[in-house]
């Protein structure tokens, strides 16, 4: 202390500065030192919210929809006639493999073996020969033979995809009471029949 009052007056204040520059100097080591930690941290954590972000996203990428699983009726000429359960994936080809394949005399002609297959759908194979009746959404040619929801019974009505025996009653109760159908898309008038039924129904009805 002794030594510093000896100083002259420019001596104290060059001392001064000198102290002042020095402390600034560390100042803004420590602070420069502080945020590049601080830095390293948040890039760390952006990095690992990122990485996670991109697990999930490949999680949901990997993870296949599963079809749904739909009931399909085969009748006639295969092999094991029957209800089978399939993917809503599947083609008509593909249920007919399940049915054990085609009978000898079956006439394959009459089918669209690339046909998607849908829920509660028949797919009725006839022999060499036969003129049939029945409907078959595995048949999807110009001739398919359309059921009229203006004539058809009871019974018929429920060879459609979807129509069980309350809906088959209702389409003819509607007809009764409200006179023929003029157009396919009135079947939505009724109640039960909305659009997802209706898709299934109009390539195979007609009101002729």
Not at 78 to 95: A, I, T
Not at 132 to 148: A, E, H, R, V, Y
Not at 158 to 185: C, H, T, V
Request: charged share 25%; with cysteine; proline share 3%.
């Amino acid at each position: 202390m002794k030594y510093i009052k000896s100083f002259t007056v420019r001596e104290k204040f060059l001392l001064a500065l000198v102290v002042v520059g020095l402390g600034a100097c560390l100042f803004y080591y420590f602070e420069s030192t502080k945020a590049a930690k601080e830095e390293t941290l948040f890039s760390v954590q952006d990095f690992s919210h990122n990485t996670e972000d991109s697990d999930d996203l490949a999680k949901d990428e990997e993870t296949p929809t599963e079809p749904e699983l739909i009931m399909v009726d085969v009748k006639g000429a295969v092999v094991n006639p029957g209800v089978y359960e399939m993917e809503s994936l599947s083609r008509v080809k593909d249920v007919i493999t399940r049915a054990g394949g085609f009978v000898k005399d079956a006439d394959q002609n009459q089918l669209n073996l690339a046909g998607k297959v849908v829920d509660e759908m028949v797919i009725y194979v006839p022999v060499v020969g036969e003129v049939s009746t029945m409907p078959s959404m595995g048949n999807l040619s110009g001739d398919t033979k359309l059921i009229s929801i203006n004539t058809a019974d009871l019974n018929e009505l429920q060879e459609l995809p979807g129509i069980g025996p309350s809906k088959a009653d209702s389409i003819i109760q509607y007809r009764e009471e409200n006179g023929a159908f003029k157009a396919i898309e009135e079947l939505q008038n009724i109640s039960g029949i909305g659009e997802k039924t209706f898709e299934k129904l109009k390539d195979l009805i007609s009101v002729q």
